[in-house]
């Protein structure tokens, strides 16, 4: 399957410092990545989807301004957690929507490792 | 988010047997489904994919997809203690997201 690498694993920091987490797709173009945040024992929470070249789109209850999304180009897609509180700590896991498929928009989907987000 | 919905389990067969899961989806005009594992602490990983009504199969995996009745589900053949995890499953809806269920937890027992 196709690779999507994720940047930093884990990271710790401080309340009110910003971390930005990185995610590309290193063998294809994805117009489309999504960011996914993951609670203990918790199913994936689509946070938002992210299109090269345009705002990203948030699903609702994910506040735009702390959690900025940045999609620059067809490989890289960041997603930044502004002044993080720790109740922000969370496993971000992003994908990348392949192209292709038998019908057009259903490329699959893959994932980057994710990162570990502890706010202390 | 409601639009995927499965049981969550936790969901025990014997080393050997038939693991089913079942997973139902709101958005009538989604057109691409697929079941993910995922291990304790990782990222989720790409099973199956399944865009068209009936079954697909591979290896010891079987999706099965019915648009009418808005369900999609896995059988897992022989099962072996390795295909314990958390199996999601993701529906592609006709706006272009990609929704997941809560997961169902699935424990192979030697």
């Known amino acids: 399957g196709a690779v999507v690498s994720q940047h930093p694993s884990r990271v710790i920091c401080k309340s009110g410092t910003s971390v930005k987490i990185e995610c590309r797709s290193l063998d294809f173009q994805a117009t489309t990545m999504f960011w996914y945040r993951q609670f203990p024992k918790k199913s994936l929470m689509l946070m938002a989807t992210?299109?090269?070249?345009?705002?990203?789109?948030?699903e609702q209850g994910v506040e735009k301004d702390k959690f900025l999304i940045n999609h620059a180009s067809l490989t890289l897609s960041t997603l930044t957690v502004t002044s993080a509180h720790p109740e922000d700590s969370s496993f971000y896991i992003c994908s990348a929507k392949s192209a292709g498929g038998p019908i057009s928009n259903t490329g699959e989907l893959f994932f980057g490792e994710g990162s570990r987000l502890t706010v202390l | 988010q409601k639009e995927v919905e499965q049981n969550s389990g936790p969901l025990s067969v014997p080393e050997g047997a038939i693991a089913s899961l079942n997973c139902t989806y709101s958005d009538r005009g989604s057109q691409s489904f697929f079941w993910y594992r995922q291990y304790s602490g990782k990222s989720p990983e790409l099973i199956m994919s399944i865009y068209s009504n009936g079954d697909k199969e591979d290896g010891r995996f079987t999706a099965q997809l019915n648009k009418a009745s808005q369900y999609v589900s896995l059988l897992i053949r022989d099962s072996q203690p390795s295909d314990s995890a958390t199996y999601l499953c993701?529906?592609?809806?006709?706006?272009?997201?990609?929704?997941f269920g809560t997961g169902t937890s699935l424990t192979v027992i030697p």
């Open positions: 993701a529906v592609n809806t006709a706006g272009n997201q990609f929704y």
């Open positions: 992210s299109n090269e070249g345009s705002k990203a789109t948030y």
